[in-house]
């Protein structure tokens, strides 16, 4: 058959015969031969020989034509090496850009096994080498990446990025170094500790700039590793801290939000007071009983009269008789146990307004406080709270310390009207409240326009002098690590060149599915 045409659609067969072209069980099989005045050099030595010694077959797999597979019938030469003072004595030629020592694929196709196996590896790449004709096996897929030379940086780079990432979250953590200034993957460490990436420092030489989170370790790392270094913590974690300390603060100064009850509104009710509601029928029951019993008791009858005449177990009766009134019956029978939380119901309302809503938790605070009640009893207050809380004035609860966390860190050009009017309530009725906006909208403007070195060192002193526990913790923090807060509050370096490769590194993690030890992810992230 005329295979002129195939030739010019695969190039790579150029340097050899083809001969033949079949369709055989669904893959493409094409015959071919080495030429025999083609010359090949010794792997060893390097002479070159065109002596042929024998011949054999080879059948390397190719890239799919039209989505059939296709595999290369090859017959080979074996060579003498003419250097008499070569070791090897004979040799098999390889035909270059069509095979390689060893191989059981074209270079072609390697070339696509091994970019499918950089970009996917695992599971999707296999996957994907199906879809394109070519079926690999996952742990093929992974052996073929871990194959592949790692590339080793000489010096390290000028502007240096640090980041950790979780192998098994909790457990086992690496970090990843990043070239900020081409956003190109340096190296991966085994772990996150300061010690080794002061090693690594110190092994590559040359960094000016290190960007970081506020993590004590890389700052210990960077400070021994490379002294001379500037160090920068990442704007994003400086606000994430900000906002912890907001969280906090707010939700201790919650309770003191309570709208103030209007003139004309009556007396607010106390906090476990509740709306009346209608009896149920085993209530109404023990009052019919309740009387009955004590009707008979007024004329002369027994327990065991009064048993027999209202059918009633004795032991019942008994109770009925020592209760002056039916009220020792009405807790039980709707599921209220009041005498044990009476005393503590304000306490419990006040904790679930500060935001404070799970049932153990407030439990496990009234046993520290020696206080005896079953979580069953605590569970069925804060259902009741939830489901008609009660008002501690005459306006209502006051708002959510989520809500007001929410308005208070957004930007005040993108808040709603509500957030608005919320923000400036809560500042309204509380002094505290309206110093923790202030501080906030001085930080954001300080980080916003990069005023770090003329406004941090006010700013903290304000965070002192606020009174605010939280705040003063947050600044005392940021004092110990002020040269980094300071640049990073000033460069324009940040870290989310850093945080983009962590992200890519937590899909490659998933995509190979139980496989993605430390050298795995490496060899992904380091390739180019």
């Known amino acids: 058959m005329d295979v002129e045409p195939l030739c010019l659609l695969l190039p790579h067969l150029a340097a050899v015969e083809v001969q033949r072209v079949a369709l055989v069980g669904g893959v493409i099989r094409i015959e071919a031969r080495t030429r025999d005045d083609a010359a090949a050099q010794c792997p060893d030595c390097g002479t070159p020989s065109a002596r042929a010694h024998s011949r054999y077959q080879r059948h390397p797999a190719d890239t799919a034509i039209g989505g059939q597979p296709v595999a290369i019938d090859l017959s080979a030469r074996r060579l003498f ?11 098999a030629e ?10 059981r694929r074209t270079t072609g196709l390697l070339e696509v096994v091994r970019a499918v196996a950089i970009a996917l590896a695992g599971r999707a790449g296999s996957r994907l080498m199906a879809v394109l004709g070519s079926v690999l096996s996952r742990t093929t897929m992974v052996n073929l990446l871990l194959a592949l030379p790692t590339a080793r940086p000489a010096c390290a780079p000028r502007v240096l990025g640090v980041d950790d990432f979780a192998l098994r979250k909790r ?15 340096v190296d991966v460490l085994s772990d996150r500790t300061g010690d080794t990436l002061a090693a690594w420092l110190t092994a590559h030489p040359g960094t000016e700039i290190i960007c970081r989170d506020r993590a004590g370790a890389y700052a210990d790392g960077a400070t021994r590793g490379a002294p001379g270094a500037l160090q920068i913590a990442d704007r994003w974690h400086l606000w994430k801290n900000l906002a912890d300390a907001v969280d906090a603060t707010t939700r201790r100064l919650r309770p003191r939000w309570t709208p103030p009850p209007p003139d004309a509104d009556p ?69 209220e146990r009041p005498q044990n939380l009476d005393r503590h119901a304000e306490y419990l309302v006040t904790r679930f307004n500060e935001g404070c809503t799970r049932a153990d938790i407030l439990h496990a605070e009234l046993t520290a406080q020696g206080v005896h009640v079953s979580s069953r009893t605590v569970r069925r207050f804060v259902q009741r709270l939830r489901r008609e809380p009660p008002t501690t004035t005459g306006t209502g609860v ?50 916003q326009n990069r005023w770090g070195i003329t406004h941090l060192d006010a700013w903290l002193a304000r965070c002192e002098n606020s009174g605010l526990p939280e705040l003063e913790t947050l600044a005392r923090g940021l004092r110990q690590d002020q040269e980094a807060v300071r640049a990073g509050l000033s460069l324009e370096w940040n870290s989310g060149k850093v945080e983009g490769n962590v992200n890519r590194l937590k899909m490659l993690k998933r995509q190979t599915y139980g496989r993605a030890r430390l050298a795995v992810l490496a060899k992904h992230v380091t390739q180019p």
């Not at 250097?83 to 040799?91: G, K, L, Q, T």
């Not at 170094?177 to 956003?183: Q, T, V």
């Not at 009346?276 to 002369?300: N, Q």
């Not at 208070?408 to 808040?415: A, F, M, T, V, Y």
């Open 81 to 91: 090496c003419d250097n008499s003072v070569c070791p090897r004595h004979s040799f």
């Open 94 to 103: 390889q035909v270059d850009g069509l095979t390689l020592r060893y191989s």
């Open 171 to 185: 457990y086992v953590y690496g970090t990843i170094l990043i070239d900020m200034e081409s956003g190109e993957v």
């Open 267 to 335: 007396a607010p009710e106390e906090p476990d007071a509740w709306p009346a509601r209608p009896d149920p029928p085993i209530v109404l029951r023990h009052r019919e009983r309740h009387a009955a019993v004590h009707a008979l008791m007024t004329r002369g009858a027994g327990v065991t009269r009064i048993a027999a005449e209202l059918r009633l177990d004795p032991k019942t009766v008994r109770k009925f008789m020592r209760a002056d009134t039916i009220e020792d019956f009405l807790a039980t029978a709707r599921g």
């Open 398 to 447: 006051a708002p959510k310390a989520t809500a007001v966390i929410k308005a208070l860190l957004s930007h005040p050009d993108g808040r709603a009207e509500e957030d608005n009017l919320l923000v400036k309530e809560v500042c309204t009725r509380s002094l505290e409240m309206e110093t923790v906006h202030s501080l906030i909208g001085g930080f954001a403007t300080m980080m």
